[in-house]
């Protein structure tokens, strides 16, 4: 667990670092105007995963922005391998091992900070840091599989789709997964938090349009483990590294 918590502590002692650093800029825009409001949203890759995002911005001067964001994203766990059963006929692939399907929905507050005063409307990019902090809610849904089994009535074989069980399905016993929609009746939930550090690059070449591409770390930090797999060992603390793509407007 003390492993968990240095993560953590690193991860928040760069925030206090980095943060005074630019902190005292001042508002040197001129006469252009400051638009104040902005949304944008997008989608997210990150290296166990992906999903989409979205930001409620709302600027207190150039320099600076406070923000509201919602992430949605499907989380595995790194030991995951697809396999067929090439045993039987039309199989579909499966993850031997795999117990629940995980997705994560992360609500926060955040802030951006410039860093970088050249936007592309003026030949540059506009480079700022982005931190945020929040809730982090994990949602499992069980794994179903078809299972091929021995069937006394007809003296062969019959296939039944079962959740998945390391101690009554063997590997050869799968015929393939199961589908997709089955099982959200059963799903659990597991609340914690978040911390998120990366660079927000707007790309954007007019000043009311969101066109940005972001790079960084997210913490997700649970108080039990996150059950994903049956047969390897599980994780309650998950650090990711992520990039994602907004597109939105800005507007007073």
Same mark, same amino acid.
């Given at each position: 667990m003390y492993r968990?918590?240095?993560?953590?502590?690193?991860?928040?002692?760069?925030? *206090?670092?980095? +943060?005074p650093i630019f902190a005292q800029q001042e508002d040197t825009s001129g006469a252009e105007e400051l638009l104040r409001h902005e949304w944008g949203a997008g989608g997210l890759l990150h290296i166990d995963g992906f999903g989409v995002t979205a930001r409620n911005i709302r600027s207190i001067n150039y320099y600076n922005k406070w923000f509201y964001e919602l992430d949605i994203i499907t989380m595995k766990h790194p030991k995951e391998v697809k396999t067929i059963n090439s045993f039987y006929p039309n199989t579909k692939s499966f993850i031997y091992g795999k117990k629940n399907s995980v997705f !994560? &929905?992360?609500g926060g507050l955040g802030r951006l900070k410039l860093l970088n005063r050249e936007p592309l409307w003026e030949s540059g990019v506009e480079v700022r *840091? !982005?931190? $945020? &902090?929040?809730? $982090?809610?994990?949602f499992t849904k069980p794994v179903y599989v078809y299972i091929i089994q021995d069937d006394p009535s007809t003296f062969g074989i019959s296939r039944k789709l079962e959740k998945f069980d390391s101690e009554k399905h063997g590997i050869w016993d799968i015929q393939g997964r199961g589908p997709f929609t089955k099982g959200f009746n059963e799903l659990g939930f597991f609340p914690g938090a978040f911390g998120k550090l990366g660079f927000n690059f707007e790309i954007a070449s007019e000043r009311q349009k969101v066109r940005a591409l972001e790079a960084g770390? &997210? !913490?997700d930090l649970y108080p039990k483990k996150i059950p994903i797999m049956d047969v390897e060992q599980n994780k309650q603390l998950f650090l990711s590294f992520y990039v994602s793509f907004y597109f939105g407007?800005?507007? +007073?």
């Open positions: 968990y918590w240095r993560h953590i502590y690193i991860f928040f002692a760069f925030i *206090l670092i980095i +943060n !994560i &929905v992360r *840091l !982005i931190y $945020s &902090v929040g809730a $982090s809610l994990a770390a &997210v !913490i407007t800005r507007y +007073n």
